[in-house]
């Protein structure tokens, strides 16, 4: 499959901003624009391109709220690229990455609560509900490291 997670530069950022959701995933995804911006000006905020064989076709950023907990805040696999298990191994990888800081005790991330398919997916990889955010919009889920 070649699925790796690479640093955004100069030489890819116009092919990560360029990858798109399904019109129904829209409203629940930020654009990659947005969150490349967004990272350069906060600190703790690590983004990276989900390629296939060296081609962008998805974007992680993950952020670190404290010294012992990281939070997954954008997620997504373009719409051409989807149902491939390519989501599938960026995750396994991204949460074997944030594994390595030794620091780190919790992995969150969010998502709809209505959406059956997004609990069942975060998991299958140990992600357990907490309760729903201070908005009561989006269901948060952790790992415990």
Known sequence: ????????GKSNYEA???LDVTDEQEEYVASNMWSLVEAHYN???ICKAICQNG????????VLENPSKISIWRFMV???YQKK?????ALT????????????KEIEICYDPKN????EFYSSFGFQEVGLDEEDDDMLAIIRL
């Open 85 to 89: 298990g390519i989501g599938r191994e």
């Open 16 to 18: 990560v901003c360029d």
């Open 43 to 45: 600190s703790g905020y």
């Open 78 to 80: 373009d719409k051409r």
């Open 1 to 8: 499959m070649g699925i790796s997670l690479e640093e955004i």
């Open 93 to 104: 990888q991204a949460i074997d990455a944030i594994k390595q800081s030794p620091t780190v």
């Open 116 to 119: 059956p398919v997004a609990k």
């Open 55 to 62: 081609q962008p076709v998805g974007f992680l950023m993950w």
